[in-house]
């Protein structure tokens, strides 16, 4: 995370990479393009905004026409019901239901969130068609997306549940764009709550035997406090030089980045979560224009070996770099590389099924870091993981929910000197743009945000 002339990872092609489903791929391309238009043109049904927590039905998006409320790939109303705009409603469902759809369609739902935090989202189905998939977004933020299964009848219904999605207080306007078509929707419903992260009695271990071992808490942050930490961290604060240097700032750091670091401005803790937020907006100097946080613990708390976890939801959109990481705390003595870098979770916006873990040391940096990805068949945005390193004298291990990823010791380091054996410190931030992630274009959409449950460390028993 730490070097400025990393290159892209060539394990993967492009291609293939653009052609995983991610639910902001499509979305926030169209977003970008202007598909739906802006939010605040389009007008409450009956002049009455949805309530969160609550049931909204389909057929009551909001008003004032084509890509303002609404897009419909067909002319007309399909199923000639209720409304006499062009989106396909037919009587069905508990009442009436929208039908007929088809990849990039969309519809804005105008509503009053009561209070931030997570909820439990329930949508009623059905499809004789294979089945399709939607993405739930709130001002242009992606939320979470569902899977629609075949249910053997358009008036089959079934229900399909996403747990512990996010939404801000306050007036709001949730949208729903059609991934895949082929199903019909009847309403959605949002309740309180939502499962989200285990219960862990405040610090309860969920992995007492990680690698094989009895495991001691040492240090942690719950973010249980309402504000950030000043005793646990400090904020890193400048902007990056961008690409190729274009701006007017400092480029002995970092890779090529666009955001400007801020001192606190885009972090904050929100129901016991911390959060980090990268934003487009005039950066406090004049010259980025992103601003974003970093949040290091150097000189409060750094560590030699032991285990680290962090549990973290992590952003996702074209250019974003979110990365939990650790650096050497000699770094000002003897510069990176040679202080070391570990890179517990790192993941590029346009690829959120896969996370890479990564060191890097002298002989062995940047583009030659030494590294190993993890992938799932859903992506890291939809809810929270575990992102853990286990570490030891002339070892380390890199593990994600309890899964063992890859293990390198100082045999791996081609002959060159292993580098981490020191007392380290930790950091946590969102990268906007960069030689790995690429930059910003017409498919990224922010503000984004990455969400941080807790940060342990612990010493074997």
């Not at 030659?368 to 809810?383: K, L, M, N, P, Q």
Request: aromatic letters at 12%; hydrophobic letters at 30%; glycine letters at 12%.
């Amino acid at each position: 995370m730490y070097e400025d002339n990393r290159s892209d990872r060539t394990d993967e092609s492009t291609d293939n990479r653009l052609k995983r489903r991610s639910f902001l791929t499509t979305a926030t391309a169209a977003a970008g393009t202007g598909v739906f238009g802006s939010s605040a043109a389009a007008t409450p049904y009956d002049g009455s905004r949805h309530a969160i927590p609550g049931r909204i039905e389909a057929e009551d998006y909001d008003t004032d026409g084509s890509f303002w409320a609404f897009r419909d790939s067909t002319a007309g109303n399909a199923g000639g019901a209720y409304r006499s705009d062009d989106v396909d409603i037919e009587y069905g469902g508990d009442n009436f239901n929208i039908g007929w759809t088809e990849s990039e369609e969309w519809l804005n739902y105008s509503a009053t969130v009561e209070s931030s935090g997570t909820y439990e989202v329930t949508a009623h189905v059905a499809s004789n068609d294979g089945g399709g998939t939607f993405t739930l977004l709130q001002d242009q933020r992606g939320l979470t997306t569902f899977d629609v299964p075949d249910t053997g009848g358009w008036q089959s219904w079934t229900t399909v549940t996403a747990r512990d999605v996010s939404f801000s207080s306050g007036t709001q306007v949730i949208r729903i764009y059609v991934e895949e078509g082929g199903f019909n929707l009847d309403w959605l419903e949002a309740g309180s709550g939502g499962d989200g992260p285990p219960e862990d009695g405040g610090g309860t271990d969920n992995y007492p035997n990680l690698d094989g071992d009895g495991w001691e808490l040492v240090w942690s942050d719950e973010f249980d406090r309402g504000s950030i930490d000043a005793s646990k961290w400090s904020f890193a604060t400048g902007g990056g030089c961008g690409r190729n240097g274009r701006l007017n700032t400092d480029c002995s750091w970092g890779n090529q980045e666009e955001q400007y670091y801020t001192d606190g401005d885009n972090a904050w803790v929100e129901n016991d979560r911390l959060i980090i937020e990268a934003r487009e907006e005039l950066a406090p100097n004049g010259q980025n224009p992103y601003t974003s946080a970093r949040l290091v613990s150097e000189h409060t708390f750094e560590k030699q070996f032991g285990r680290v976890e962090v549990r973290a939801r992590l952003p996702a959109t074209q250019a974003l770099w979110p990365a939990i990481w650790m650096l050497g705390q000699d770094i000002s003595s003897v510069s990176w590389p040679d202080c070391g870098e570990i890179d517990i979770m790192e993941l590029t916006g346009d690829d959120t099924d896969t996370v890479h873990q990564t060191i890097h040391g002298p002989g062995y940096s940047g583009g030659g870091g030494i590294s190993a990805d993890y992938s799932i068949s859903g992506d890291f945005t939809r809810e929270f993981h575990d992102f853990q390193l286990t570490w030891y004298d002339d070892m380390v291990k890199f593990w994600v929910d309890g899964t063992h990823v890859n293990t390198l010791t100082p045999a791996d380091v081609g002959g060159n000197q292993w580098v981490f054996n020191d007392q380290f410190f930790l950091l946590l931030n969102v990268a906007v743009g960069g030689i790995m992630p690429g930059y910003p274009d017409e498919r990224t959409q922010l503000p984004q945000r990455m969400e941080v449950e807790y940060v342990r460390v612990y010493d074997p028993i």
